[in-house]
């Protein structure tokens, strides 16, 4: 097994994206969040907004350099890893990697500057403006590595002439069929996923105000940050529900066995159930029957083609090399449980400003937030090896199988141990860092400097 190059190649590319996209996740939402705090800081001349700014864009810049790091694995390894998906995907969505790239360096330069001004300018909102370019520039790079995937799972933009690709038109290879859906919600669900992170941090520090020992004024200032995350949340969750609604219709149309795998759907029929949890049972002709599992009439179909009688694509109707794994489905009720949950908490968060029965910060609700979080994160991870293991056995779908697109090196086994490693270490730091970042800085403390600069900039303003 450890000398298995594609298995192998496979390992350390899901191990490498599994690390990365904690980080990618974080980059695309956070600097909207942060956006978000400075204006009302401004707007409201609420110093505890603004400190939230400045707090959320120090820690944003530690995972910012970390992300710089896996993220140049991931390039890396799809040279070394997967030379004839390279030697073939390279030609059509180079023109997305490079725009990828100059989003980024467009996001880091104005990051550095954003940081280095503050209190630079009379006028605040002059500060705000540089974090704009920030969070375009992360959404953008969001976006532009967004579409190298959609590629993957739907490729266009080119003809095969004897074998070769001909007639390539990287502008349509990157707008593919797949990227409406896959960039709304790669983009939706990482800013809810950022929201809930940081209302989880926030959560945590009010459930442990005593041990903390938390002034009213690092109390007031983290209610307003878990205000403003799970308002943010809870928009942003509605959005990602909608748009995993249109995700299921591409599926239905464009990938119909990557449905069929998600739901243990064997027969094409209409009509169809969605199927929750359960479990496989051989019946004895070569076939599968679900056992345990909660069956919602009508549902499946409905979630493919938006009517009750609308006719979904059987995965008996693929051949038996060419069907995704079947425990994609676990992955598929992971993802969808989780993000249904998260709705849940942020709404009755949102509600409990309306209704005093429903206290926002009482302990259930704040150890459901703090739970959250985590959960978040899960739920994206479980949603990208649902996409990647979904594809399967292609590395570009219906076009070249992962066993041609892979290395026939017989090292890879030994680069998966170097890196695992890496990643332990650069997690380990990471944390470390972000903790002394913080605790050496209590909000208190910072509060009351704050407070001190808010007052002579409304002075000077006066």
Known sequence: MFQDPVLMSRALTALTL????????????????????????????????????????????????????????????LSLLWPNLMRVAGQ??????????????????????????????KNPWHHMLLGIPVAVGALFSGFFITTVNSFMNQPVGFDIVDGRLANVSPL??????????????????????????????????LLRQRRNQLDKMSIEYHKKGLRLTMTVALIFAIATALVGDFSGKYLAKYQPDKLAAAEWHFETSSEAELILGGWLEDDGQGGYEVRGALKIPYALSILAGGVPNYEVTGLNEFAKEDQPP????????????????????????????????????????????????????????????????????????????????????????????????????????????????????????ELKQSEHRGEAMFADEV
Do not use: C
Not at 99 to 121: H, P, S, V
């Open 18 to 77: 599994g690390f990365h996209v904690i980080f990618a996740t974080l980059g695309v939402g956070v600097p909207l969040l942060i956006l978000l705090a400075e204006f009302l800081g401004i707007r409201k001349k609420d110093p505890k907004y603004t400190l939230m700014a400045r707090r959320w864009s120090r820690g944003y810049v530690v995972t910012v350099a970390v992300g710089v790091v896996t993220g140049t694995a991931i390039g890396l390894q």
């Open 92 to 121: 059509t969505i180079a023109l997305p990697l490079f725009m990828e790239t100059f989003a980024f360096f467009f996001e880091a330069i104005f990051l550095g500057i954003y940081l280095y001004t503050w209190d630079r300018f």
């Open 172 to 205: 349509e290879a990157m707008f593919s069929p797949a990227m409406p859906t896959k960039m709304a919600h790669v983009l939706t669900s990482a800013i809810l996923t950022s929201a809930f992170i940081l209302a989880a941090i926030a959560a945590v520090q």
């Open 326 to 445: 079947l425990f994609v489905h676990y992955l598929f009720d992971a993802m969808v449980g989780i993000g249904m949950l998260l709705a849940l908490i942020s709404f009755l968060f949102v509600l409990g400003r309306y209704i005093k029965r429903l206290n926002q910060f009482s302990k259930p609700m704040l150890f459901a937030i703090a739970a959250g979080g985590p959960l978040a994160m899960a739920a994206i991870e479980f949603g990208w090896f649902f996409a990647e293991f979904g594809r399967q056995p292609w590395a570009l779908y219906e076009l070249m199988r992962t066993s041609e697109a892979a290395t026939t090196s017989a090292n890879v086994g030994w680069m998966l141990v170097a890196f695992a490693i890496l990643y332990a270490v650069l997690g380990t730091v990471t944390v470390v860092v972000l903790s002394r970042l913080f605790k050496e800085n209590p909000v208190g403390k």
